[in-house]
Structure formats: structure tokens, C-alpha cells
């Protein structure tokens, strides 16, 4: 498969005899399969009765990346024979089978690589064996494939870990020979895909981001010159965003392919153990298309409402208040020299690109500006280009443009839940005899701001809604900032711009600047080391976080308030939209996310659980633990955090964890589980008496249930709490009764100590 040398690899292709298939010998070879090729060989060579159609290879030779490991086996290697033989079967029974209708050569190649992708896939959640798949995993998938493979497979992390593992041995990607008979070296993509632990075949599946990130990688790992041309110019095309599959059809292929393989189980060596017609809603059957098309719901709302992803409250609040400081604070001082440059510009004689570098640096060397280089995300000092390999700093055609934009994209975006679309349709100027909608900023007879804005999936209309005087500010600048584009262009759009280095018009990128946005003004990264990357419709499910948060959950009509300015068609898009933000803690903004988070945290022992709860829910993942990799002790903490993770979800799906967040601790139920109903201390009653009632639930009440979940986060509480008590205690200006009340407090908080953080407490109640 390879010509020339090859470099770094970790994972060699066997070139000796395929080991013994006997579940082979029996076969007779299929008519579909070409003269050349036999069912023994490591690659399959379909052919069609249409002789006009081109002959396809499977190849069986498919990575399986284990992430407990972090390990990449292959398919044809002896550990993988029992799951060989199961592919190798069902891509038999796709033609010979009494159960498949699939009667031509590109259905089963179709097919067939599908389910190689999905052997893949299942070796990712920690499961060897299509027996073991549970209707959970089954949901997880069918919820997940329309954002492609590569989500599935967690492309585009693992790239980056194989790019660290590079760098950190002082390694390149591996290299071959163009040709066999041109030695030039160039960057062998097969053998590096094979080292991720991803099949070169599925390239296009994983997607553009996937490819880009890619070669920009070999670009910064091996330099421009063993790059083809076309490589360097996948590197250097931008990222996008949205779903890779948005149509029902393109979709229920997926649930078809679980539906194939539970049916063909009296034919297969391993069974799917439950019917996936009837698992993706309990209590319904449904076929694939049924199936593609609720799960395509919910996708829409996870791709369009934001619900895939809520940014973390450190890096959201980060951004938006250094987006605000560039609104409200740098960017009058930007709009000027912007301004100052463009006229010195048109003035200056000469057109090379260094004439140009002294125009805007005697702009520069004669600027004042109000605010220094040390206030929190200032863009000063301003160069006259950018060269990342020299400088850090911002140019000036950069800072007073796509950044000033999209700082002003931040705001709007965050403070009025608008989508992405709503946001980049808003209007400049007045309007004229060709575009007639309404200027994006109206102030009513009460002094009032509104902001009129296309309402394309719902209203399909121009409608307003109220905003803060911060997005007046920040419309404002976009207006000021396009005024010359949009007398070029003739069109009043506020996120089109004109560039120093020409005539052109660009249009504005949003989710590619919003995150240079986010890495000039140092976003905090992840806990894991890793970047947040902040789409435009993540502040739109922030805006409801929020909302939901300061209104106690939407009672007292404020949810119909959220719902009308979210401008939802019904109550009923609305509470599916939030539904899952109710019992959480409003900061991690997604309970089941959450509790993941969590107990993977417990698991990797990057939190010390305790309390009841605490020991019963770090014995629940040592369990599960077990179960998965059998005969191997309990995570040490140094695994992978991916490893840990996916233990978590295992034990959310086996026991629908519900953790209830309050300043003292978690409240933790299980909601599938076989035991006792909840038996909380604050326990409600009738119909609710499955969790906790929260208006009734105290430190005090709470200290001895067995619900109660603490960790060293909440240790603070709990010191604060016996330190207050122990100072009205001994306060010569409390009464009795209070002292009394303050008494029996330290009893809870100093036994909370000492049974949860291990510190001895010295009770003084006199």
C-alpha cells in the first residue's frame, strides 16, 4: 500500500499470511466477488451484475483504537478474530442472506463500510463484543451520527493528542516517496491516519475540519515542502460549522444498520440483545425512518438551539466581559486610527506592501490612545502587520476589524439570544428603495431600545425585541466601523468589511474570529489543557442558562416570557429546550454533563467524594469499572480522562443519576435502580417522593442522609458553618436561645466536618 520509506510509525500493516479464518472454510466463494480476490485475502473485491459498474475493495484491515490503552490494534490481527468473523459474516449475509433485500454491489459496500465505522465506534465506549451493546449505547449513537464521524470517533482530539505525542518525541509525520520513481518525500496521510487509530478510507467521513486540522498540522510538523499542493491548500481553508447529516434520508441509514444487525443475529456468532424498532422511544415501535425522524428533532434543537454544548461559565464570562471592554472601552480609539489609516492610505503614492507598512507605522508612532497595554484584553500595542512568528500583538487592520467585529458579535449574540443568521441579517443605515427592512436599532417613544432582526425558522418575518444599552453600543461601531464598506458594497449589511490591502469586501467568519477573539484575550483553557471553541449559538443557550437561573425556573410566567423571546412556535419547543437545565447547577449549565463530569473526576480521583452518597457513587464506578476491564485495579489517575469519562457514562446510563446541587453538597438518586424509592430526610410525598424536596432541604437537614454527596469543593461551607456558629456562641451579645440554636448547628457542622474532610473539631459550647 506504501511506496518508499516510511517514518514514526507505530502501527505495521502484516505482510505474512492471513492467520486461519475457519469460519471461512465452509463458505463457498460469492458470485459478487471477484476472480482475483479470496475470502481468505485482507481486502474483499466486490462486483455488481451491471458490468458498467466500477468494482469496490473492503478493506479489512480496519484500526480499533482502544482508549484505556491508547492503543491501536487492527481488525485482522488474531485478538480481533472474533469480531473479524462477525464482519466478515454480516457483509455476507448482506447478499446471501434470507433476512437482507440488498440484491447490488454498492448497497453492500455501502453497508458494509458503515459497519466497520461502527466496529470503531463500539471499540470506543469500552465494547468488544456486539452482545454487550445496550439500548443506551443504541440512543447515545442514533442521537450523535448527524454530526458525522468524526464526532463519533473523536477525531479531531485525537489528532491533537497524536500531534502532542510528536512534538513532545521531537518527531514528524511520516513520509514516503511520491512515486516509486520520484524520491521526493512527501507526507505519507495513510500511515498517519493508521497511527491515530482511523481507517484512510473514511478520510471524507471524518470531515472538513477533521482535514484541515490535519494538514495544518503537517504543515507546522514537516514544513511547506513535503505538502502537495493540494494538501497546502486544505491547510490553509478555513474551519466551518453545523451537522454533517441534516436530511431524515441521509440519517436513517444509522438506526437501519442496528436494525440489520439485531435481525440477522440467528445467522451471526455475536446477537444484539434487544430490538432497536423499540428502544429509542419506550413504549413505541418505530422503524428507521420513524427513528431518523425524531432523532433529526432533537438534533435540530442541539444544533440549532444550542443544546450540544453550553459554554463553561469560566471561559463564557471571560470572554464576554473582555468583548464588552472592546464595545465600550478600545473600540472609539480603534474606529480613529482605523479611520486615520485609510485616509493616509489613499494619500500615499506608492502600492507595494512595504510603502504601505510606513504609512500605517507613522499612523501608529503618532497615535494617543486612552487605554494601556495592561488593562484586561487591550489590543495595544498595535503592529503594522502581524507576523506570528515574530510578535504576539494584533495589527491595526486586524484589531479595528475582524476582532472589533467580532467582539461586537459577542455582545449581540450574548445579550439577546439571537441565531447565528438573526444576528449577521441586522441592517446599517436607513432603508432604501431596494432593501426596505428596518435599521437594526429603533428607540420607542418611552426611550426604549429594540433591535429589528429577520426571524427566519419560526416568524419567517422582521421583528423586534428589547435590549440592553451594551448592544446598542456595540451596533453602533458596526455602524461606524462598515460606513465606507457598505457605500462600496451598495448592500447595509453590519458584518461585511472592507480591508487595507485592497477592494474587496469580506464577509465576516463568526465562529472562525469569535475564537481568535477568544485566543488573543486568553480564554482559560479546559481543565484537560484543552481550547473551548465558542460557536454563536452557544450564548443563545447561556442567555436561557441565565434566565432560567435568575427566575427560579421559569416560574411565575417568566417561562412563557423566555419562550415568546426566544421566539418559539410553542411552550412545549421551549421546555424541551431547556427541560434538562432544571436540578442543575446553573454554572455547569447541563445536569447530565454535569454529573459526568463529575463522577469521571471521582473516578480519576481529581475528587475526593464523600458523605453517603459520595462512597455509595465511588463503589457504583469501581463496579463498573471492573465489569469493563476486567482484572485491572481501580484508575490510578494518571489514565486518560477519555477512559474515565466513558466509565461515567456507562454508570448515568445503567442509573439515571440525579444529583441536585445545594451549597452544602449533592443530593444523589439513582432513577433506574432496582432499590428502595428515595428515602431522603427531607423526603416529599405521593407522587414526588423520588427526590428531594429543595424547599425543604437545609445542611442541617441534610447532614447524616444518605443521599448526601460532599467533596473538597464544599469543604468551605462547612468550615464557614462551624466557625459562624462557634462566634455566636461565644458572642457576650447573643441571647440564650440563639446560643442554644448555635449549638446544635456546630453539632451538625463540626460532625459534617469530621465525618466528611477528616478534621477533628474541638467542640466548645460553653
Not at 432533537?298 to 466581559?321: K, N, R, S, V, Y
Not at 436561557?544 to 421566539?567: C, D, P, T, W
Not at 444523589?668 to 428515602?679: A, H, I, L, M, P
Request: charged fraction near 30%.
Amino acid at each position: 500500500m506504501y511506496d518508499g520509506e516510511r517514518h514514526n510509525t507505530t502501527v505495521q500493516q502484516s505482510v505474512e499470511a492471513p492467520y486461519a479464518r475457519p469460519w471461512l472454510d465452509e463458505i463457498d466463494k460469492p458470485e459478487w466477488m471477484a476472480d482475483e480476490s479470496s475470502l481468505y485475502d485482507d481486502s474483499w473485491i466486490l462486483i455488481d451484475d451491471n458490468p458498467s459498474t466500477k468494482p469496490r475493495p473492503i478493506d479489512w484491515v480496519q484500526p480499533l483504537y482502544d482508549p484505556i490503552t491508547e492503543r491501536v490494534s487492527l481488525l485482522t490481527d488474531p485478538e480481533n478474530a472474533e469480531l473479524l468473523e462477525v464482519a466478515q459474516k454480516f457483509c455476507i449475509n448482506l447478499r446471501n442472506g434470507n433476512v437482507s433485500s440488498i440484491d447490488s454491489m454498492p448497497g453492500q459496500y455501502m453497508i458494509t463500510s458503515l459497519f466497520l465505522n461502527f466496529l470503531a465506534w463500539m471499540r470506543l465506549q469500552l465494547v468488544s463484543s456486539i452482545n454487550d451493546l445496550k439500548p443506551s449505547h443504541f440512543r447515545r449513537f442514533v442521537k450523535q451520527v448527524h454530526l458525522g464521524w468524526g464526532h463519533l470517533l473523536d477525531a479531531e482530539s485525537r489528532l491533537e493528542c497524536y500531534v502532542s505525542r510528536l512534538k513532545q518525541s521531537g518527531k514528524t509525520m511520516p513520509v514516503r516517496h511520491r512515486t516509486s520513481t520520484d524520491k521526493k518525500l512527501v507526507i505519507d496521510a495513510n500511515q498517519a491516519y493508521y497511527e491515530i487509530g482511523l481507517h484512510p478510507g473514511m478520510s471524507k467521513s471524518l470531515g472538513h475540519n477533521f482535514i484541515t486540522m490535519f494538514w495544518r498540522a503537517a504543515l507546522e510538523l514537516n514544513g511547506v515542502e513535503q505538502l502537495e499542493t493540494d494538501s497546502r491548500e486544505k491547510a490553509e481553508r478555513d474551519l466551518v460549522e453545523g451537522p454533517s447529516l441534516n436530511t431524515t434520508s441521509s440519517h436513517k441509514k444509522y438506526p437501519a444498520l442496528w436494525q440489520r444487525l439485531y435481525e440477522m443475529g440467528y445467522v451471526m456468532p455475536q446477537k444484539l440483545g434487544f430490538n432497536p424498532s423499540e428502544a429509542f422511544v419506550p413504549g413505541e415501535v418505530m422503524n428507521p425512518t420513524d427513528i431518523s425522524r425524531e432523532a433529526m428533532k432533537l438534533a435540530a434543537i442541539e444544533d440549532c438551539e444550542g443544546m450540544t454544548e453550553t459554554i463553561p461559565d469560566l471561559q463564557a464570562f471571560h470572554l464576554i466581559d473582555r468583548a464588552i471592554r472592546w464595545v465600550l472601552m478600545y473600540s472609539e480609539d480603534l474606529i480613529r486610527l482605523r479611520r486615520e489609516a485609510t485616509e493616509a492610505l489613499k494619500e500615499r503614492t506608492t502600492t507595494y506592501f512595504e510603502g504601505r507598512k510606513v504609512v500605517i507605522a507613522q499612523v501608529l508612532d503618532s497615535a494617543k490612545v486612552s487605554f494601556s497595554p495592561s488593562d484586561p484584553g487591550a489590543p495595544w500595542p498595535l503592529e503594522t502587520v502581524r507576523s506570528p512568528a515574530k510578535s504576539e500583538n494584533l495589527s491595526l487592520n486586524n484589531a479595528s476589524g475582524r476582532l472589533l467585529m467580532a467582539a461586537c458579535a459577542i455582545v449581540i449574540t450574548a445579550f439577546t439570544a439571537r441565531r447565528r443568521g438573526e444576528v449577521l441579517g441586522i441592517k446599517g443605515g436607513e432603508p432604501t428603495d431596494e432593501d426596505k427592512a428596518p435599521r437594526a436599532i429603533h428607540i420607542d417613544e418611552n426611550d426604549e431600545p429594540w433591535l429589528w432582526c429577520w426571524i427566519e425558522k419560526t416568524l419567517q418575518k422582521w421583528d423586534r425585541i428589547p435590549i440592553p444599552q451594551v448592544v446598542v453600543k456595540a451596533v453602533e461601531v458596526l455602524e461606524e466601523l462598515t460606513a465606507e464598506t457598505r457605500v462600496k458594497s451598495g448592500r447595509r449589511s453590519l458584518f461585511e468589511l472592507l480591508l487595507f490591502d485592497g477592494d474587496e469586501v469580506h464577509d465576516f467568519e463568526i465562529t472562525k474570529y469569535i475564537n481568535e477573539f477568544a485566543a488573543f484575550v486568553e480564554v482559560p483553557p479546559l481543565e484537560d489543557g484543552s481550547k473551548w471553541v465558542f460557536k454563536s449559538h452557544q450564548f443563545r443557550r447561556l442567555f436561557s442558562l441565565i434566565f432560567m437561573y435568575r427566575y427560579n425556573y421559569g416560574q411565575h410566567g417568566k417561562f412563557e416570557a423566555l419562550s415568546y423571546h426566544l421566539r418559539h412556535f410553542s411552550l412545549e419547543m421551549t421546555k424541551r429546550y431547556i427541560e434538562e437545565i432544571k436540578e442543575s447547577d446553573m454554572l455547569k449549565a447541563h445536569r447530565e454533563h454535569m454529573v459526568t463530569d463529575l463522577m469521571s473526576e471521582v473516578l480519576r480521583g481529581k475528587r475526593k467524594a464523600s458523605g453517603p452518597a459520595g462512597d455509595d457513587l465511588k463503589q457504583q464506578l469501581d463496579d463498573m469499572l471492573k465489569e469493563v476491564i476486567k482484572g485491572t485495579k481501580v484508575l490510578s489517575g494518571d489514565e486518560s480522562p477519555v477512559v474515565a469519562r466513558k466509565i461515567a457514562e456507562m454508570v448515568m446510563d445503567k442509573l439515571q443519576v440525579e444529583m441536585v446541587p445545594f451549597l452544602w453538597g449533592y443530593c444523589v438518586s439513582y432513577k433506574n435502580f432496582d432499590g428502595e424509592r428515595f428515602q431522603g430526610l427531607c423526603i416529599k410525598q405521593g407522587k414526588e417522593a423520588d427526590g428531594p424536596n429543595i424547599g425543604r432541604a437545609t445542611a442541617k437537614k441534610c447532614y447524616g442522609c444518605e443521599h448526601l454527596y460532599v467533596d473538597e469543593h464544599f469543604q468551605p461551607y462547612w468550615d464557614t458553618g462551624s466557625k459562624q456558629n462557634q462566634e455566636c456562641i461565644d458572642s457576650p451579645n447573643v441571647s440564650d436561645p440563639l446560643k442554644d440554636l448555635a449549638r446544635k448547628n456546630l453539632d451538625v457542622f463540626n460532625g459534617g466536618m469530621e465525618q466528611y474532610f477528616a478534621r477533628s473539631t474541638e467542640v466548645t459550647h460553653d
